[in-house]
């Protein structure tokens, strides 16, 4: 099992979210996140004062899926979340050891 | 005694009573969420404090039989012989007792605008101490040189609502507050981001409605020059915010919505002590010059290097300080007469009240913030600040995570 975070612009959310449960994810988790990269941050005006502001607001998307449409998941992402700008974001893969279901109890790819 | 005038300034008192917890809401939004709860106790606790001193003896301080030009007697200590016909009062169509409560909103909300300058970092029994100690050293004998038969008045200084009074005042007490405190932790490289532009804007909207009261009701009744005074103040700060936007707009390349509403702001700032004396296209002009030099001023203090958090002396100072000459300009009804109407000792006039103001409410300030400094100590130590007035004075949060 993987799990795919994906890291991109707020308002690109939706595109995401449509994109993957049209190739069959059943869940996400999703927070509001602060950070920067190659963007860097923005700048602020209030009262004619300019602020540098670091951290730029985004959205992460996780979900958890089978090893095999780990490639699909990434496919599907990278296709919605796309405006070729810089700062649409990043996608990180990792292993995961284990999942559960609470209500029931199931375990591994079953419980996803 | 007249029934309407009567009914007219106490719907104004409670006009003028609103604008306190609209400053409130002005303010909070403009600090950071951790010290949100602090700003907007310096403005609302002042309406039980200010309130009660008022009632006490502010009022006779301000109002009561003038002694050589300075000061009130005690005549109406306790408001003892405030009663409910207009013995005693300044005008014979409305009881006495409408009028001290109509001049007590004025006094709650003006120590209040001066929080602005020490906003995110004074302690808050400090707060109470020196809010109250001004009120009675600084604000009563401004009121009483002024509005009750003191020596500006008697020099013929004019000022409608309040521009010397509550403007002026409060900016002097401001510039008094950054010296005594210094600045707070990090300014020059953290941001200090308003944390919610939304309550600032409300704020704002709060404030210009309540004005209605404050200049209209300063005619104490309700006739042509309560009128007047309305449409006067709509306009100079409805001028003043577009005034602002194109000044920030040229400047820093986009309009804000905190730029309307400090515009806004700064305009009934401006047109406070005109507004019953001069007509409405200079009026509007007024405004403009408002949101010109406001936005100019707010600048300046980045060049001094203080730390004005919400821009007391930029708003309040340079608005009130020009709409005090902008009167001795443009003043041309209500038995008062400007430069531009062929009476160039006006001018004068109005730049010895400034002077005199500015001189008098600095220095007074600057002696009361060192005293409570001294005593009661004002400035939250650098624990306190880090983690928030909110938490550290009041033992609560604004929001919840």
């Known amino acids: 099992m993987k799990k795919v975070e994906i890291i991109t612009r707020t308002f690109k959310l939706d595109d995401v979210k449509a994109a993957l449960a049209e190739i069959g994810v059943k869940g996400m988790t999703v927070s509001e996140v602060k950070g920067f990269g190659r963007q860097g941050g923005h700048k602020e005006v209030y009262r004619g004062a300019e602020y540098q502001v670091d951290f730029v607001v985004k959205v992460k998307i996780e979900v958890v899926v089978e090893d095999a449409r ?35 109890g199931e375990t591994g790819d079953a419980a996803i | 005694m007249n029934a309407a005038d009567t009914a007219f300034v106490l719907i104004c008192s409670a006009l003028v009573m609103f604008m306190t917890p609209g400053l409130a809401l002005f303010y909070g939004g403009m600090v950071r969420s951790k010290n949100v709860l602090a700003t907007i106790m310096h403005s609302f606790i002042l309406l039980g404090l200010v309130s009660v001193l008022w009632a006490v003896c502010g009022y006779t301080l301000a109002f009561g039989k003038d002694i050589g030009g300075l000061i009130g007697g005690l005549d109406f200590l306790f408001l003892n012989g405030v009663g409910l016909d207009a013995t005693g009062g300044p005008v014979e169509n409305i009881p ?51 509005w009750g038969k003191g020596w500006m008045a008697e020099m013929g200084a004019l000022d409608f609502a309040g521009g010397a009074v509550v403007h002026m005042s409060s900016a002097a007490a401001a510039l008094a507050a950054v010296i005594v405190l210094g600045k707070r932790r990090g300014h020059g490289h953290t941001p200090f981001i308003p944390h919610n532009l939304p309550m600032t804007v409300l ?92 936005f100019l001023g707010v600048l300046l203090k980045n060049k001094f290097g203080y730390d004005d958090a919400l821009d007391v002396i930029g708003v309040h100072g340079v608005g009130g300080t020009w709409g005090a000459i902008a009167t001795g300009l443009f003043a041309s009804i209500n038995k008062a007469t400007g430069l531009f109407y062929g009476n160039p000792s006006q001018l004068w006039i109005q730049l010895a009240s400034v002077a005199a103001t500015w001189a008098f409410c600095f220095v007074a300030s600057l002696i009361l913030f060192k005293l409570v400094d001294a005593t009661v100590g004002l400035r939250a130590s650098v624990e306190e600040e880090e983690r928030g007035l909110d938490l550290t004075q009041h033992n609560e949060t604004g929001y919840q995570a």
């Open chain 2, 203 to 294: 704020g704002a909207g709060i404030l210009w409605f309540g004005w209605f009261g404050f200049n209209a009701g300063s005619a104490l009744a309700a006739d042509g020059f309560a009128v007047n005074a309305f449409v006067t103040t709509h306009m100079a700060a409805a001028a003043a915010a577009l005034a602002w936007i194109f000044m920030e707009w040229r400047h820093s390349g986009k309009a804000t919505t905190l730029g309307a509403a400090s515009g806004a702001v700064a305009g009934l700032v401006a047109i406070t002590p005109a507004a019953g004396f001069v007509t409405v296209m200079p009026a509007i002009l007024i405004g403009l010059g408002g949101g010109v030099f406001c």
């Open chain 1, 70 to 104: 780990v490639t699909d998941v990434i496919a599907a992402a990278t296709k919605a979340a796309r405006t070729g700008q810089v700062g649409d974001g990043k996608i990180f893969v990792s292993s995961v050891d284990e999942v559960v279901r609470i209500r029931t």
């Open chain 2, 96 to 146: 006495h007792m409408a009028f001290m409560v109509f001049q007590c909103m004025f006094a709650v909300i003006t120590p209040a605008l001066i929080s602005g300058a020490f906003a995110e970092r004074m302690r808050f029994g400090g707060f109470l101490v020196f809010s109250a100690l001004w009120l009675l050293v600084v604000y009563a004998p401004m009121a009483h040189w002024v």
